[in-house]
């Protein structure tokens, strides 16, 4: 049962547009919720974060949106660039310190 | 940011043989450590959660004796793959948390192991 999804395996977008990652969870008890970027071969980086009190959190050029009564996330990205080239992952806190990851997203920046 | 390294980086062995991963926290403290698992153009999969000085929790359809976890110190944690199988070919990646903190503290993850098991 996958409780975190990300339903876009792959995202293409010239650099200076915006990028916007979605992902939709099903477990209501999660209540923390993050972004990693992954390059190959590496472990994962974290981005940005959001509590479920909240709906909106932006550092920089990310922002990442939280509807709960949706269960649904979206990380974006603006301007981008040809260095957020990478595989972003969301991921939802339960029980306090387990992380359940998305199946993650190829963004692809066109320079 | 804190650092988690893992060691080796990449290891290759024959069918059979067990392999151990080590784990650390470099700059910090950790009473918890985090193992996951990496399919190709697959998500992060929890294999365990160890606690430092006590046995690790594995999640479901984990086999534990197949995948020995010590977290002898509170920088170091080792996952023995044992009896290694071309299944268990896999990207390993550990996961850090500080010792004492925020309830939702970000974890530090290591750069990952690559396991080919032939």
């Known amino acids: 049962d996958q409780q975190v999804k990300q339903n876009s395996p792959s995202l293409s977008v010239q650099e200076g547009r915006i990028s916007i990652l979605n992902c939709d969870y099903t477990?209501?008890?999660?209540?923390?919720f993050l972004w990693y970027k992954k390059y190959p071969a590496e472990g994962p980086t974290f981005l940005i974060s959001i509590s479920s009190i909240k709906d909106k959190n932006e550092d920089g050029r990310f922002t990442v949106f939280l509807n709960k009564s949706a269960k649904h996330l979206s990380l974006h990205i603006v301007p981008s660039q040809p260095g957020d080239s990478a595989v972003y992952f969301c991921?939802?806190?339960?029980?306090?310190?387990?992380?359940?990851f998305g199946g993650g997203t190829r963004l692809m920046v066109k320079p | 940011g804190a650092v988690v390294s893992q060691h080796p980086s990449w290891v290759i062995c024959k069918s059979g043989t067990s392999v151990k991963i080590e784990c650390r926290s470099l700059?910090?403290?950790?009473?918890?450590m985090f193992w996951y698992r990496q399919f190709p153009k697959q998500s992060l999969m929890l294999m365990a959660t160890?606690?430092?000085?006590?046995?690790?929790?594995?999640e479901q359809g984990v086999e534990k004796d197949k995948f020995l976890i010590n977290h002898a110190s509170l920088t170091l944690s080792t996952l023995t793959v044992t009896s290694a199988h071309p299944e268990d070919s896999s990207f390993y990646i550990c996961?850090?948390?500080?010792?004492?903190?925020?309830?939702?503290?970000?974890?530090?993850f290591g750069p990952g192991t690559r396991l080919t098991v032939l």
């Open positions: 996961s850090a948390q500080f010792a004492a903190g925020l309830s939702y503290n970000e974890q530090f």
């Open positions: 991921a939802a806190f339960r029980a306090g310190n387990m992380l359940t």
């Open positions: 477990n209501s008890m999660f209540d923390y």
């Open positions: 160890s606690n430092e000085g006590s046995k690790a929790t594995y």
């Open positions: 700059d910090f403290q950790a009473t918890t």
